[in-house]
């Protein structure tokens, strides 16, 4: 397990972008204070920084896969000029009710499921049980839960009851630092 890097696993959307409805477009991205910080910290404490994003709008056939790779390039040249990235991005472009045509699918991959989680860790080198989930939803947690995250942050306040499982409720990103740091020592 010493070869194994921890990771820092992040949501996207409400956790590294501003949360706007099924976003898509550049110009309605907005980074959310806080994220640039900590990227720089993971990557000085030895994390990996790892998206993990459901993106239901592609399923529904709002925006297009390219689409979201457009942004996703956006986001991290926003990123770049401050040394903050993100090594890997995963998503689930699927939905088991309101997908359509190939993208109506259940699958592990789409959160609450840890498919993305599982397979970066797979594919990365990570280890779980150094890892953190940053989250804004119930389905980040529960996805962090079912892989064997033991540090599981909830951002924001875009749920409004508690989630199952344990985690910790955050309101600044900050907050994440001091665990990492004490994961890397």
């Known amino acids: 397990m010493k070869n194994l ?5 992040l949501d996207r959307d409400g956790v590294i972008n501003e949360e706007v409805h ?11 204070p806080g994220i640039i910080p900590l990227l720089q910290t993971a ?14 709008g592609i399923g529904r056939g709002m925006y297009t896969e390219a689409d979201f790779h457009v942004l ?6 926003e990123l770049a000029p401050h040394d903050a990235c993100l090594d890997a ?11 359509v ?3 109506k699918l259940d699958t592990d991959c789409r959160k609450p499921a840890p498919g993305m ?17 940053v989250g804004d939803r119930c389905t980040d947690i529960a996805a962090g839960t079912a892989a ?17 499982g344990s985690y910790r409720k955050i309101d600044s990103l900050a907050e994440v630092e001091a665990t990492m740091q004490t994961l890397s020592a």
């Open 101 to 103: 045509g190939q993208y």
């Open 117 to 133: 989680i599982l397979r970066a860790a797979e594919e990365h080198g990570l280890d779980i049980s150094r890892s953190v989930l």
């Open 89 to 99: 991005i995963y998503f689930s472009p699927f939905h088991p009710e309101h997908g």
């Open 43 to 56: 990557h000085a404490l030895g994390f990996a920084t790892i998206v993990i994003t459901n993106q239901a």
């Open 72 to 77: 996703m390039e956006h986001i991290r040249a």
């Open 5 to 9: 890097r921890p990771a820092l696993f």
């Open 22 to 32: 099924y976003l898509w477009k550049p110009e309605d991205c907005h980074i959310v």
């Open 148 to 164: 064997g995250i033991p540090h599981l942050f909830l951002f924001g306040n875009t749920e409004a009851t508690p989630c199952a």
